[in-house]
């Protein structure tokens, strides 16, 4: 495999770099590195899944599949404390810098696994999974995420997903609402489609 952001050990040399990034009124400090996805900072896609970002009423922890350095994770963590998070990522580099980052910003409920996806983890184990997917690992593994996560959620929770329409959106939510979710876009903008994708 070729490296990407997506491999278990990248060979890019370690550049990190210090950024901060704003949210909803939230700012909070992050290391960033080369050879895990978006090294320059916090991506349009994941700052509009963050911007639109609802809680769900089920109980339980979130999720954060492919978390990267941990913008997705480590802002919901800030923003709904009382709630476990787990954060993956198959790169161990990604794994490092969110662990980093969890801990500067006083995540101290966020849990950061080296693991491929969803995989392994209990049916029914949260309420809540988050991710800007691998897009350029190959459709077969953005599916199987989808069909992670409808094993992983418990009933009323959800599943929020940030694509680009020539990405693959409507495919997309084709294959959530063949799995039984409930999609709703919850935000739309230039060609970033928001997919909250609730369980029934």
């Not at 990248?10 to 978006?38: N, Q």
């Not at 609802?54 to 800030?78: H, K, N, Q, S, Y």
Request: charged fraction near 30%; glycine fraction near 10%; include cysteine.
């Amino acid at each position: 495999m070729a490296d990407h952001y997506y491999s278990k050990k990248p060979s890019t040399a370690s550049s990190p770099r210090e950024l901060k990034e704003s949210v909803r009124g939230t700012e909070l400090s992050f290391t960033v590195d080369s050879g895990v996805f978006s090294k320059g900072g916090l991506d349009f896609g994941s700052r509009l899944l963050l911007e639109s970002l609802e809680e769900p009423t089920a109980e339980g922890r979130l999720i954060d599949a492919g978390c990267g350095w941990g913008p997705l994770g480590i802002f919901a963590a800030v923003w709904y404390p009382e709630r476990p998070v787990l954060m993956v990522d198959v790169n161990e580099r990604s794994v490092e810098l969110s662990r980093r980052n969890a801990d500067r910003n006083g995540a101290a409920r966020a849990e950061v696994r080296e693991q491929d996806l969803l995989e392994g983890l209990d049916a029914g184990s949260a309420a809540m999974i988050v991710s800007n997917p691998p897009i350029r690992a190959g459709k077969e593994v953005v599916f199987r995420l989808y069909e992670q996560a409808w094993h992983v959620l418990k009933q009323g929770g959800t599943l929020t997903i940030v694509i680009q329409k020539k990405q693959g959106a409507p495919s997309t939510k084709a294959k959530l609402e063949e799995l039984g979710f409930t999609v709703e876009t919850t935000a739309k903008k230039k060609g970033y489609f928001i997919f909250r994708a609730e369980k029934h």
